[in-house]
């Protein structure tokens, strides 16, 4: 047995707010900027600090930083000691072994290594020796990482795309796996996304424009420069962004053009020879609000996956060559309304079919030759799944990943023809027995009936007394859910009887389109009304107090839990908020930022519509900091009572200067504004 010394659980605030006597935070000038819309009158004093080569800004971001590290000073010794036992629970004590693929005669798989995947290749007989492929240690210390490999159709040539990192773009190197040697004249600056062409011949890759947009798609023949390239799609529409892919089956390519509501897809030959010039793009339907697809080929028919006629939750529709338009789109696998289909793998007599019931992971699987769907039942109910490495079309097993909060990522495989279910490879967690702790769902109801589900994860026999320290974890944007899936910082908490709780609130999209839609543009307060709902619920059933929740929200979930501290600064003892989109109504106002048109249908477009101008405006987090807060031990005195008037809970915010999503100054002036009104309200002081 080993030793974990017990910590206070909120010893991270202790320490800290120990230090607000002594410390002095760093205020930043301001500069008024003042404009008008709709006769709107809004004054930003921090719009300069949205530039990033003035050195003041640089100045300013260096003295917070300081700042900071002061603050987390005492907790160094903590830091460290919980840093150690998260590695020791990723220990390995038995090698795993690798996932392989099987194509053309070659296993291909990757190991880990302490500064990166190795890929490799080996001859399927026995005695063969492997090769390596790519060995990512050596791109370790560059500043680059590996975005995406693949092998070309006949095996012989690797292409790796290798981008800096944070920027969503890189340069695409080609290997010929022949000669072991890295094609000098073919390598393609400014990539996002690429694919193979069926014939080995060509790459057909895409281009991002100066909104950081992908709209353009380009085919590159193998053995020619950059500059030879030519341009054979190009997206219009500003708010639109392009992805493109190579069908299972391989004999499509398909372009797939979409917004946040909208989609359209062109299809053309995956075997197609550029001596014939550029290749014909057949538009299989053109674009129509809120109507979304998706498209796959098999056997002369077009698979589309797609929420046309009502089906918000997504169907799987049939379409057959030539006649590919809506009109001739049957419906094959429909979903009840607690379902969604999330992905589709399509194999040469199954479909795999990839799905939500309740929030809840669901495996279906559909047989091409009688038509039957059965399910796969899988090791654990609350769980995330993801599809796995099924290259090969014609192969009857279906390999897929399953993670839960208490267990580390395993993947399994599914025979699909004699229904057995094999765990291929597990990860155990050195030093941690899931088996003591509970994970399970309850749901908070709103005031207008809505029911919050929540997953919960702790110690079993865990007393509910209202003294457990709780840290809430929520996202509810873009209908991404919140997924019970593997946080290694997270076990260190439940081992010391915190208890972790997963808000799924609207916005996200557990429970399907609707849920999603009920949390967007001129709905988005549910989303901030369902975390205090569940807030408040959790605290009313004993799993914590105010004085001991926190929560942690990244990107749009910490808009969300920014909205919250604003209405509800009392809820929390401490909040996390990782790169937190802070700021919506000065981003949404400027089209010059990257990404911001693709942005509208999810926040609205406040330049020209003034119901969305007045509805961001009154959400926003940094439009909307109370004027009023002092800290959870500061109690102003009313006569002969004394009342705490809201309490400002410990809060840790954290900026990426390359982040392509949210801009460093997004949390940059909500903390500046922040530490101003603070400073106003006495609650940090300066020495005398």
């Known amino acids: 047995m080993y030793r974990r010394t017990r910590l206070h659980p909120l010893f991270v605030v202790e320490k800290i707010n120990s230090l607000l006597s002594s410390l002095r935070p760093p205020v930043a000038k301001r500069i008024p900027f003042e404009e008008s819309y709709f006769g709107i009158k809004r004054v930003d004093e921090y719009r300069w600090l949205e530039d990033s080569k003035d050195p003041d800004v640089n100045a300013y971001i260096e003295a917070e930083n300081s700042y900071a590290k002061q603050m987390m000073k005492p907790t160094k010794t903590l830091q ?23 194509v053309n005669g070659y296993e291909f798989y990757s190991r880990n290594s302490k500064r990166g995947l190795v890929y490799y290749r080996r001859k399927r007989e026995p005695g063969a020796t492997e090769t390596v492929l790519f060995d990512s240690r050596y791109i370790a210390n560059t500043g680059k990482r590996v975005r995406s490999i693949l092998l070309s159709p006949d095996t012989n040539m690797l292409s790796y795309l290798l981008e800096e990192d944070g920027t969503e773009i890189g340069s695409l190197y080609f290997k010929d796996l022949t000669t072991n040697k890295i094609l000098q004249t073919d390598e393609l600056q400014g990539v996002f996304n690429f694919v193979w062409s069926a014939n080995n011949k060509y790459v057909y890759y895409t281009m991002t424009d100066e909104q950081l947009r992908p709209c353009r798609v380009y085919v590159h023949r193998i053995g020619s420069g950059q500059s030879d390239d030519v341009l054979i799609y190009n997206e219009k529409k500003e708010s639109a962004f392009v992805d493109i892919t190579l069908t299972k089956d391989k004999k499509l390519i398909t372009i797939h053009s979409s917004t946040l509501s909208s989609s359209e897809v062109h299809i053309f030959d995956a075997y197609h020879s550029m001596s014939d010039g550029p290749p014909a793009l057949q538009l299989i339907e053109p674009r129509k609000s809120d109507l979304e697809y998706y498209v796959d080929h098999h056997d002369d028919c077009l698979y589309i996956l797609t929420n046309a006629n009502g089906a918000k939750n997504f ?13 001739f789109w049957e419906d094959l696998i429909v979903m009840n309304k607690n379902e969604r289909i999330q992905d589709i793998d399509i194999f040469r007599k199954f479909i795999t079919i990839y799905a939500k019931r309740d929030g809840l992971p669901v495996i279906q699987c559909y047989d091409f030759r009688t038509s039957e769907i059965h399910e796969v039942k899988l090791p654990m109910r609350y769980c995330t799944i993801s599809p796995g490495n099924n290259l090969d079309h014609n192969t009857d097993i279906v390999q897929f990943h399953c993670t839960s909060p208490l267990t580390l990522q395993s993947t399994l495989e599914y025979n699909m023809e004699t229904r057995v279910l094999n765990i291929i490879r597990s990860h155990p967690i050195h030093r941690f027995n899931p088996t003591w702790y509970d994970c399970y769902r309850v749901y908070a109801k709103g005031s207008d009936g809505t029911e919050i589900p929540i997953t919960l994860i702790h110690k079993k026999g865990l007393k509910l007394d209202g003294r457990n320290p709780l840290l809430l974890r929520t996202y509810g944007a873009y209908g991404s859910p919140t997924e019970p899936d593997f946080q290694i910082e997270h076990l260190p908490l439940v081992e010391r009887d915190w208890i972790i709780a997963l808000a799924h609130v609207r916005g996200g999209g557990e429970l399907g389109h609707v849920w999603y839609e009920n949390g967007r543009a001129m709905k988005k307060k549910n989303t901030f009304i369902d975390i205090i709902t569940v807030a408040e619920y959790l605290i009313r059933s004993g799993y914590s107090s105010k004085s001991r929740m926190t929560a942690i929200g990244a990107s749009a979930g910490g808009l969300a839990l920014g909205s919250v501290l604003n209405a509800r600064p009392d809820l929390f003892r401490a909040v996390i908020l990782r790169v937190p989109f802070l700021d919506p109504l000065s981003s949404m106002l400027n089209p010059s930022i990257p990404l911001t048109r693709l942005e509208y249908d999810e926040w609205g477009n406040p330049k020209e519509s003034e119901a969305a101008y007045r509805y961001i405006e009154s959400y926003a987090p940094y439009d909307n900091i109370p004027y ?3 800290t959870p031990n500061n109690v102003t005195t009313t006569g002969n009572a004394q ?31 922040v530490t101003l009104v603070l400073v106003m309200a006495n609650w940090v002081k300066s020495k005398s």
Do not use: F
Request: no cysteine; aromatic share 6%.
């Open 315 to 327: 169907k799987l529709t049939r379409a057959r060559q030539p006649h590919t338009s809506e009109r």
């Open 628 to 630: 009023h807060l002092t």
């Open 643 to 673: 009342k705490t008037t809201y309490p400002a809970p410990s809060i840790l915010v954290t900026a990426g200067m390359r982040d392509q999503r949210v801009a460093y100054w997004q949390p940059l002036k909500w903390v500046a504004r």
């Open 80 to 102: 460290r000691r919980l840093i150690t036992e998260m590695r020791q629970k990723l220990i390995t004590t038995r090698l795993m072994p690798p996932l392989k693929t099987v």
